[in-house]
Each structure stands twice: as C-alpha cells, then as structure tokens.
C-alpha cells in the first residue's frame, strides 16, 4: 500500500465520546485490508473550522493519503464558506476522503483504478460529500433552532437554569494545572478541549472572586464598616 490511512475521530462537546466509533473504523478498516497508522480525536464542534486535530491531520498527510471518517457530519458541519475552505485545503494536501457510509467513496482503498474509472468515482464522491456536508449543516441549523425555541419557552416558565457548569471536571482539571501539569497534558488527561481548560480556569477565578467579595462583606458588617 503506498498511502496511509489517517482515522479522524470528533465529537461536539467533552460530555461525549470522540473515541465511541474507533471500533467501527478499525473493524471498515480491517474488512478491507488496510491498516489505520494514526488516530487524531478531539472534542469540538463540526460547524467551525477551528480543529486543531483535523489541521494536525491535513499536516502530517503525504499526497493520495486517506482520511478515513464514519460518517461525513463528522468532517463538516459547516456553512457553505468555511466547507469550500476545508474542501480546498484537503485538495491542496491531495487527501483522499473516505467515509464509512458513503460506499462510493471506500474505491479509495482499492488498487490503483484506469484513469476514466477514478475520474468517474471522483466526481461522484465531490457530489455526494457536498450534497451530505450540506444536510450535515442543515441538521445542525435545525437542532440549534428547536434548542433555542425549547429555551424560550423555558425562560417563559421561568425553569431556564442556563448550562450548569460541569463542577467535578473543572476542579479535576484545576488540580492537575496547579499541580504543574501543562494545557496539553490536562487535555489527555482529562478527555477534553482548550476551550474547556479554558472554561475551568475563568470558572476557578470568578469563584475565588465571589468568594473574597463575600468574605469582604462578612467582615465590613462584623465591624460595622
């Protein structure tokens, strides 16, 4: 085999599993003969282009390697802009996309095809994955709107709490950055993005704030200040 084959694992948020369909890219992969040389996950959304694993991916990518996914909502839940931005940029690195529920496009790990037959199955494959990144968007656009709509109607019955910050993870990533621990270690450690280390530490300062002020006010009224 003279590509690599490069598995690319995401998830929207750190309450979910980027690792949940490692097993069924190993099990397409080892259906077909091929071996996966590396894994890159990370928990961020498909609807931006900031992924720092899916770039380290496109990086380490030798022309005709194969960017292996399980379903193209995965790759992209982008607007139109940002998809064509991806788009090009794969086709810059000369990746190869292929996507588990996407048959036409497994031709990738066959061997070498006549000229016709690549050209054909490519622009079948360029279809397909636009015609899918765009339903991919829609159902984000959709979640987004009925989320917003289920807030307001909470807010009008006055149950709307807003996200409750997850108070075990922050204080575990915490301990691990006062204990010395670097931003890149915490996101192994921990299972989660920058934004979230990000999150836990901002969440660490208001509290200690909140707390000081209060402490302030204790005392001014104990004194009668």
């Not at 709107?145 to 709490?161: F, M, N, P, S």
Request: glycine fraction near 4%; include cysteine; proline fraction near 2%.
């Amino acid at each position: 085999m003279s590509f690599f084959v490069r598995a690319y694992l995401r998830a929207s948020t750190d309450e979910q599993d980027a690792q949940r369909a490692r097993s069924i890219l190993d099990q397409f992969a080892r259906e077909r003969g091929v071996n996966i040389c590396n894994y890159y996950a990370e928990n961020e959304s498909g609807a931006h282009l900031d992924r720092p694993e899916l770039f380290r991916l496109l990086a380490d990518s030798r022309p005709q390697d194969v960017l292996l996914i399980e379903d193209v909502d995965r790759l992209s839940r982008l607007a139109g802009a940002e998809w064509e931005t991806l788009k090009r940029l794969i086709r810059e690195r000369e990746v190869r996309i292929v996507a588990v529920n996407v048959p036409t496009t497994w031709q990738h790990l066959a061997p070498q095809q006549n000229e016709f037959d690549a050209r054909m199955f490519g622009a079948i494959n360029h279809m397909l994955l636009d015609m899918l990144a765009a339903i991919a968007r829609r159902d984000y656009e959709q979640r987004r709107q009925r989320q917003a709509q289920g807030i307001d109607k909470a807010k009008v019955a006055g149950k709307y709490r807003g996200r409750q910050a997850d108070q075990a993870r922050y204080a575990a990533i915490n301990r691990l950055l006062a204990s010395g621990s670097s931003w890149s270690i915490v996101q192994k450690t921990v299972g989660c993005s920058r934004s979230t280390i990000s999150k836990a530490v901002r969440h660490a300062r208001d509290t200690a704030s909140a707390s000081t002020s209060s402490d302030v006010r204790i005392k001014n009224v104990a004194t009668g200040a």
